[in-house]
């Protein structure tokens, strides 16, 4: 009964929080539209979730996100400065990553984790080929740029899920 209801109760409580953290004001009210849309929210949208994913090193995950923040920041800074400089230095091209991740829904996650990076964009998954196609906004060096990505967000996902 609870599992029908709750489908995922980490998302459930994670509307929640960010629903109250956004409302101008905590009331009953509020806490009760949270709960709604805490409740119909996974339901509506389980048909689109894959199989359950087992979170084998949850530090791992931590340790991402962290580093993730981390990124955010400083490319919000350098991102800054590449527009307010001249544009027509920046270095824009599109980047091909090749996956060593067989998931298919770990990969969607590390295109979500590159695009989530200002000044790169996820494009494409090509599964077939098991390739991320990005564009990045100033590349100096594309196998460098593939290499952070590797190192920095596609190794911490495969040991945090264990793919």
Same mark, same amino acid.
């Given at each position: &009964?609870?599992?029908?209801?709750?489908?995922r @109760?980490?998302?459930?409580? *994670?509307?929640?929080? %960010?629903?109250? &953290?956004?409302?101008?004001?905590?009331? +009953?009210?509020?806490?009760?539209?949270?709960?709604?849309?805490?409740?119909?929210? @996974? +339901? $509506? !949208?389980?048909?689109?979730?894959?199989? /359950? $994913?087992?979170?084998?090193?949850?530090?791992?995950?931590? /340790?991402?996100?962290?580093?993730?923040?981390?990124?955010?920041?400083?490319?919000?800074?350098?991102? *800054?400065?590449?527009?307010?400089?001249?544009? =027509?230095?920046? /270095?824009?091209?599109?980047?091909?990553v @090749?996956?060593?991740?067989?998931?298919?829904?770990?990969?969607?996650?590390?295109?979500?984790?590159?695009?989530l990076?200002p000044? !790169?964009?996820?494009?494409?998954?090509?599964?077939?080929?098991?390739?991320?196609? +990005?564009?990045?906004?100033?590349?100096?060096?594309?196998a =460098? %740029?593939?290499? !952070?990505i590797?190192?920095?967000? =596609?190794? @911490? $996902?495969? =040991? !945090?899920?264990?793919?």
């Amino acid at each position: &009964m609870i599992k029908r209801v709750l489908p995922r @109760p980490l998302l459930s409580f *994670a509307i929640l929080v %960010l629903w109250l &953290m956004l409302a101008s004001s905590i009331s +009953i009210g509020q806490v009760l539209l949270g709960a709604a849309a805490a409740i119909a929210i @996974p +339901i $509506l !949208t389980a048909p689109f979730w894959p199989e /359950r $994913l087992r979170v084998v090193r949850p530090i791992a995950g931590l /340790r991402l996100f962290a580093v993730l923040l981390v990124d955010i920041i400083v490319a919000n800074i350098r991102v *800054a400065r590449l527009i307010v400089g001249p544009t =027509e230095q920046l /270095r824009s091209q599109f980047v091909e990553v @090749p996956l060593d991740i067989d998931d298919r829904f770990v990969a969607v996650l590390l295109g979500s984790v590159v695009a989530l990076t200002p000044g !790169t964009v996820s494009i494409d998954i090509d599964r077939s080929r098991r390739v991320l196609l +990005i564009h990045a906004l100033d590349v100096d060096d594309p196998a =460098e %740029l593939i290499s !952070t990505i590797k190192s920095r967000y =596609e190794a @911490p $996902l495969k =040991e !945090t899920f264990g793919c």
